[in-house]
């Protein structure tokens, strides 16, 4: 395995994002891949690996590996797995703008990302070739100035802070302007991906508006990193509060351990776990996706035995744009809700009194 990484210290993050791996040929220079199974996946769903992600994997077929290297199994058929199973665009009152819940909106900035991960739940839009428009930008924020029920704005993509500052800056300081809007958050896999792109200068922009809220996808202990843990650090330092969502991916990190460790390192970078999302049913995800039970039992395990700080809410998308919802393990042993029988996280059985 040739090491390109030994100078990975001294480049600038627009530097690491343009010698990213986008085919099979240079791809195999540095991991073992082959190069037949991999190039036809990448004609349909492109790959885009930079070299800090690459720098992560530590021997094939690792948990880093999977979420980032083409995978034969993406250009399977199954008919439960659609394009668009969330109904995104149906609920998009103008064009990458998802309005679903009342208050918040989804208004997706970007369309490009440090690295393409096989598991997106946008991979119908992964590698467009045209960045999104300014029109696009102007109808959004038009959008959220029409409606006043609007008062939290999710930026996200693709991911948002592979825009240039200046942009962010603009977009921060326009939806911070209008009146109904109490605060921001913004969705990126940045700081595990490519935390060299949190500069000091990035952290300025984001600390001029307030509040800005950070939520992070990690979705394995081995994406903590010095450097993440550094990007995290910057970021918490500047006073902006980080969650993360994680998703649970077979083979990756479908485990009561390696979950277990997971909320762990986030807890100790002071990234609080919010959700654990269970797999969309999105087309060329299939072979990440496990059951409910397996995300039933992981979140079994972890209350009671983690800090409940670091319990996420394990959540499932549902589909045709019916939102999310908490799923929790069974606790109440007996349920008509009098006096109440229930199961603690050790699995024994407590009677609690009800009232009247
Ligand atoms: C997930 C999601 C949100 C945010 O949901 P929260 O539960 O507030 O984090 C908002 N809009 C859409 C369309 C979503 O998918």
């Known amino acids: 395995m040739l090491n390109p990484f030994t100078t990975l210290k001294t ?16 791809l195999a220079q540095f991991i073992d891949i082959d190069s037949d199974m991999v190039s036809p996946v990448i004609e349909k769903y492109p790959m885009r690996i930079n070299p800090y992600f690459l720098s992560l994997i530590q021997k094939k077929g690792d948990p880093i590996w999977k979420q980032c290297v083409p995978d034969i199994r993406e250009l399977e058929d199954h008919e439960a797995l659609t394009a668009d199973p969330l109904f995104e665009e149906p609920q998009s009152p103008t064009p990458g703008l998802i309005h679903r819940y009342p208050d918040r909106v989804v208004f ?3 369309n490009q990302c440090a690295v393409y991960c096989r598991h997106c739940m946008r991979k119908r839009r992964v590698g ?4 999104i428009s300014a029109d696009t930008i102007e109808r959004g924020i038009a959008y959220i100035q029409s409606d006043p029920a609007i008062r939290d704005v999710i930026l996200s993509g693709g991911d948002p802070l592979l825009l240039a500052d200046d942009k962010i800056e603009e977009l921060l300081t326009r939806i ?17 991906t490519l935390p060299q792109r949190i500069t000091n200068d990035l952290v ?3 600390k001029q508006v307030a509040p800005v809220y950070v939520n992070i996808q990690f979705n394995h202990p081995n994406e903590i990193t010095f450097q993440s843990s550094q990007a995290c650090d910057m970021l918490a330092d500047a ?3 980080l969650g993360s969502q994680t998703v649970l991916l077979k083979g990756v990190n479908d485990d009561p351990g390696v979950m277990m ?4 390192c986030l807890l100790k970078i002071r990234v609080r776990p919010y959700y654990l999302h269970h797999g969309d049913p999105v087309k060329g995800t299939g072979h990440f996706r496990t059951t409910i039970k397996k995300g039933l039992e992981i979140m079994h395990h972890l209350r009671g035995r983690l800090s409940g700080m670091g319990v996420p809410y394990y959540m ?12 929790l393990p069974e606790y109440l042993v007996k349920s008509d809700l009098r006096d109440l029988k229930v199961r603690n996280f050790e699995g024994k059985i407590f009677d609690y009194p009800g009232a009247g």
């Open 204 to 206: 300025s922009v984001l």
């Open 11 to 26: 480049k600038t993050w627009e530097r690491l994002l343009s010698e990213s791996c986008l085919d099979a040929e240079v």
């Open 128 to 131: 467009e070739k045209y960045g």
């Open 261 to 264: 460790r997971l909320m762990r």
């Open 239 to 241: 006073g902006i509060p």
């Open 176 to 192: 911070d302007k209008i009146p109904h809007v109490d605060m921001i958050r913004i969705h990126t896999r940045v700081p595990c």
């Open 316 to 327: 499932i998308d549902l589909p045709k744009g019916g939102g999310k919802v908490p799923l």
């Open 108 to 110: 997706m900035v970007s």
